[in-house]
């Protein structure tokens, strides 16, 4: 009896150990941690990696870049115009608590999403309202803008606090890429009854450490802070599709490149993020697996504050001219022109300190986020460069800088802010060098500032602080996912840009026309307008790096650099 | 010997002020605006200078000091941004996590108390006994070793020695995890020596230079006239002297290790209060920033305070200066009194 009872104590602790030992664990090496486990409430990447695993949505972005149905049965049924959505969804879909998913729920996190205080996310649901849910299993919205003249004086879109007070003051609009942002992450549906207990009893405020249930493939299960988060997999996950063999996701926080990519070389982690171009070639010769975002992944521009007196457009007065009406012959234009046939961008592509080829001269502006890639160049400034060596014309560029007046032939004239001890000092440091040797003046001062400075700039444009910015842009070649975007917020190109009327015109037309080739010939002919001018210097298309072990497959990267783990198979 | 303590301790108070009022006020004239970082970029002006309203930013300087040390009630529904002030021990949420800050500090702290206390206990366990032989084997192979290694120990920066042994025990020999985790101690083991290694060199020398002045004096020669055996004049005369001034030197190096921590803990990805203090600084978290400062300084202080009272225990100058201070006041007030 003694035997027997020990024996099956035994037993069983042995089952336990293999089956522990047999747990497949996917570690993930991340810079920081994510901020919190609300999907809408943060944006950065390490927070997308995790938030994405653990929530659903009704659509997802499929690897080439394709929206395909996520919690919803089929594409939504698009009616008046493309004002009018109709999406069912999946019966029988369970949160990781075993409640049912319903309408309620998506309605919920619409709602959240939309109008939350510190919702990051409200970009997704600006243009819906009228928002109802029609029978359990399909919800029904409409998208338009405030019309002024239905509503009160005292009365703003801002002050709209809910879809039904929208439907009062809005009218039908079609917002083209609706669909695309559904698959964000912001579009995330979480539990209803679950937020509002945590919201009742105060655990709201402890990050979703209690409450982060989703419906998605993976569930939270614990949080180290600083350290580490790990995810379990849903066994009982309503997609039976997907592949993945992972038990468990590890989220390790590995602030330190340096560190990412000595736990990566030494095994400790399957997968890293942000490498930088030098780094993958060591990754490379040490047997890992470069991954790379579809497309090019952004940006590197010099950016031109055009409040400046130097580079800028001002009034007689000094004040910034702000009419939207390029004067192109002005001294500030033309010394923007000069800088811009200074710069060989072919420098920066092919340093192995800053791209080592992992990269691409790019001769459209980073205007051309929002507005798609020109394929036709006549009438703009494309006819003048090739993808070699970008604009770069130093006999041009030496013309216009000596008919320039002295005062801006001056060294040092130009303050010139990059983000402190990152790629963007070291590629403003080619600039500077560039221009000095082209116009014979050393023309540009750098300063290094952090990240919060760095946005606090960007976003004040104060023209005694800075002329000139070295900075990033997130974009992709798939354009259409990012245009509408970009298109609807023009508030977050105010800073450096500027825009001709006859541009802003072509924007508002992309904006109001759904997707497809008429939206994209406007927003084209809406670049065509930008590119008259300078707003900013293109500087390189980058693509997103990131590193698997070889033993990892069915990982892509979005077009935001995020990873795509449902299908990570481990072997 | 009471008195002498909580005299001790009513200094502390000055001085924390003081460190509070530093740490504020740079943290204060650091460019950035938390209130940006904390909405959307797509935020107005007017959202901007509502959240700032809310934050109690928009107050004069020396009011949101007085509400960093007595609390600050937000004109907000959002109760996240009120908090009861440095003297309740709350300096109110993360702008980035939204978590109270003094909970993430005493989470993590028993960590980076980990790292520091094994790195403290190796420097001593390597600098004591390598400062005596390096003393008494003065201009010998062992001493020229020691101080060799102890130049060394000092000139390396932190960070370069441990970015140096990941590179040759992790990644090359693929002996030690290059990623450091409290719960396993193997992977303490390349952080613990790169905290060490410049207190090691610290006390080694010190321990040297003390032991060096110490062996000359005249009680050392009398000892070693009346024939005691050299062991027993270095164990039993030299080294409880010697140590003293080493004692001091290694409380004053409890800060420096919480220091060592910030860089060790970021390369070693450790999760202690020095990558908190990173993150902070990097997402400009003011009450992170400020509540991780004041933690440090606090612990800083009391480690000093504590350092300060052993050695008035062990040096018997310093107990006796004290008594003889309570006996003269004693007997002048009996004298008065008469």
């Known amino acids: 009896m003694f035997l027997k009872k020990w024996g099956a104590v035994v037993t069983l602790l042995m089952i336990s150990v293999t089956a522990l030992a047999a747990q497949n664990i996917l570690v993930v090496g991340q810079a920081t941690d994510p901020i919190i486990l609300d999907p809408p409430m943060y944006s950065d990447t390490p927070t997308h990696n995790v938030n994405l695993l653990v929530y659903d949505r009704l659509y997802n972005l499929s690897s080439d870049g394709k929206v395909v149905p996520g919690l919803a049965v089929d594409l939504p049924k698009i009616e008046e115009n493309g004002t009018k959505y109709t999406i069912k969804i999946k019966n029988g879909v369970r949160f990781h608590n075993g409640q049912a998913l319903t309408i309620d729920d998506v309605i919920y996190s619409f709602q959240r999403g939309a109008f939350n205080d510190k919702s990051q996310m409200k970009s997704i649901f600006a243009m819906m309202y009228d928002v109802k849910k029609v029978d359990t299993v399909t919800i029904q919205f409409r998208t338009g803008f405030f019309d002024k003249s239905k509503a009160p004086a005292d009365i703003n879109d801002g002050s709209l606090k809910s879809f039904e007070d929208r439907a009062k003051y809005y009218k039908p609009a079609a917002f083209g890429s609706q669909l695309n942002q559904l698959t964000w992450l912001g579009a995330s549906i979480v539990s209803k009854a679950t937020l509002e207990k945590a919201q009742q009893d105060g655990s709201i405020k402890d990050y979703g450490v209690t409450w982060a249930i989703g419906s998605g493939p993976f569930k939270f299960d614990s949080w180290k802070q600083g350290d580490s988060i790990t995810l379990v997999r849903n066994k009982d996950y309503h997609d039976s599709m997907i592949k993945t063999n992972v038990d468990k996701i590890v989220f390790k926080t590995i602030r330190d490149p340096s560190a990412l990519k000595s736990a990566f070389l030494n095994k400790e982690v399957d997968l890293i993020m942000n490498v930088a171009p030098l780094d993958a070639r060591e990754i490379e010769s040490a047997g890992g697996k470069i991954l790379l975002t579809n497309g090019y992944f952004g940006y590197h521009y010099l950016g031109f504050n055009m409040k400046s007196p130097r580079v800028g457009q001002t009034n007689a007065d000094g004040s910034p001219d702000l009419d939207g009406e390029y004067d192109l012959n002005s001294p500030g234009a033309r010394l923007r022109l000069a800088i811009l046939y200074s710069i060989n961008p072919a420098d920066i592509v092919n340093s192995p300190d800053i791209m080592d080829r992992r990269g691409k001269v790019t001769l459209q502006y980073v205007e051309s986020l929002p507005f798609g890639h020109i394929d036709d160049p006549k009438g703009t400034r494309i006819e003048e460069g090739n993808t070699k060596t970008g604009y770069y014309n130093t006999a041009k560029a030496r013309e216009i800088f000596a008919s320039l007046p002295d005062s801006l032939k001056k060294p040092g004239i130009l303050k010139c802010t990059a983000l402190s001890g990152s790629v963007y000092v070291k590629e403003a440091l080619v600039v500077k060098d560039q221009v000095k040797r082209v116009l014979g003046v050393d023309l540009i001062n750098i300063e290094q500032v952090a990240l919060t400075e760095l946005a606090t700039r960007r976003s004040k444009t104060d023209p005694d602080v800075w002329d000139l910015i070295v900075n990033w842009t997130q974009t992709d070649d798939s354009y259409y996912i990012f245009v509408a975007f970009d298109g609807f917020n023009t508030s977050l190109l105010h800073d450096t840009k500027f825009y001709s009327k006859d541009a802003q015109t072509w924007i508002e037309k992309g904006n109001s026309l759904p997707n497809g080739p008429e939206r994209n010939v406007a927003y084209q002919n809406a670049q065509k307008a930008i590119l008259k001018a300078l707003p900013r210097v293109p500087l390189v298309a980058i693509m997103g790096i990131s590193a698997s072990q070889q033993n990892i497959s069915g990982v892509f990267l979005s077009p935001s650099g995020s990873f795509q783990l449902d299908d990570v198979v481990k072997k | ?338």
């Open chain 2, 1 to 338: 010997m009471v008195k002498y303590i909580l005299r001790r301790l009513l200094m502390i108070i000055p001085v924390l002020l003081g460190v509070t009022f530093i740490v504020f006020s740079l943290t204060y004239i650091a460019p950035g605006d938390p209130a940006r970082m904390i909405l959307p970029q797509d935020a107005t002006e007017a959202d901007i200078a509502q959240m700032r309203h809310f934050m109690g930013l928009d107050e004069p300087f020396i009011k949101q000091y007085f509400h960093f040390l007595f609390g600050f009630k937000s004109p907000s529904d959002d109760s996240s941004f009120s908090y009861k002030g440095l003297l309740a021990l709350d300096l109110g949420r993360s702008y980035v996590s939204n978590r109270p800050v003094f909970r993430t500090i005493l989470e993590r702290f028993p960590n980076t108390a980990l790292l520091s206390l094994f790195a403290l206990l190796l420097s001593v366990l390597l600098s004591i006994p390598a400062g005596i032989i390096s003393a008494t084997h003065q201009y010998s192979v062992p001493d020229m070793i020691v101080s060799i290694l102890s130049l060394l120990g000092l000139s390396m920066p932190a960070f370069w020695l441990g970015m140096i042994l990941i590179w040759i025990f992790s990644v090359q020999l693929k002996i030690f995890p290059s990623l450091a985790n409290p719960n396993n101690l193997k992977s303490l083991v390349l952080p613990v020596i790169t905290l060490a290694t410049m207190n090691t060199a610290v006390q080694a020398r010190m321990t040297r230079s003390s032991m060096l002045e110490i062996i000359r004096q005249d009680y050392i020669r009398t000892a070693r006239a009346k024939g005691l055996e050299e062991k027993k004049v270095i164990r039993r005369h030299a080294l409880n002297n010697a140590l003293i001034p080493v004692v001091t030197v290694i409380g004053l190096q409890v800060g420096q290790l919480l220091v060592g921590a910030v860089l060790t803990e970021t390369v070693f990805s450790y999760p202690g209060i020095g990558t908190i203090m990173v993150d902070a600084i990097q997402r400009k978290d003011t009450p992170q920033i400020l509540a991780s400062v004041v933690f440090v300084a606090i612990v800083f202080a009391l480690v000093n305070l504590v350092v300060d009272i052993v050695y008035a225990f062990i040096d018997p100058r310093i107990r006796a200066q004290y008594e003889g201070i309570a006996k003269i006041k004693i007997n002048n007030s009996l004298g008065k009194s008469k």
